[in-house]
């Protein structure tokens, strides 16, 4: 049993912050990856788009369009992810979907959070 759960979505103004987290609940496998993606409610039938990934250990990657302005953590002793975003702009608005990669032995599974919505207006 996987459970993510998301918080710190909302509103913001441009140039505004916001900062995201996502704890994985398991007792069985062990964290390969988390990471966060968005897509627009409108968008469903396309694919989830990268924002930020990072590795039990602790390698980043992001997106080239939030590079510089957002930051993946992570505290593996809590399974907790997060991502600061910082010059927030209207183009991020969208729908952030946490992820996480786990395994067991030689199984990884992908789990995904239900979505949290950041809204980036004035």
């Known amino acids: 049993q996987v459970d993510l759960v998301e918080s710190g979505g909302g509103l913001v103004e441009p140039g505004g912050s916001l900062r995201l987290s996502c704890t994985v609940s398991?007792?069985?496998?062990?964290?390969?990856?988390m990471g966060w993606y968005r897509r627009d409610p409108g968008k469903r039938h396309e694919r989830r788009e990268l924002?930020?990934?990072?590795?039990?250990?602790?390698?980043?990657n992001y997106a080239d369009s939030v590079k510089g302005r957002f930051t993946i953590s992570a505290d593996n002793t809590k399974n907790t992810a997060y991502l600061q975003m910082d010059s927030l702009k209207p183009e991020d608005t969208s729908v952030y979907y946490c992820?996480?990669?786990?395994?067991?032995?030689?199984?990884?599974?992908?789990?995904w959070g239900r979505g949290t919505q950041v809204t980036v207006s004035s």
């Open positions: 992820k996480a990669e786990v395994g067991l032995l030689s199984s990884i599974q992908t789990h």
């Open positions: 924002v930020a990934t990072i590795t039990a250990a602790g390698d980043t």
């Open positions: 398991t007792s069985t496998f062990t964290m390969r990856l």
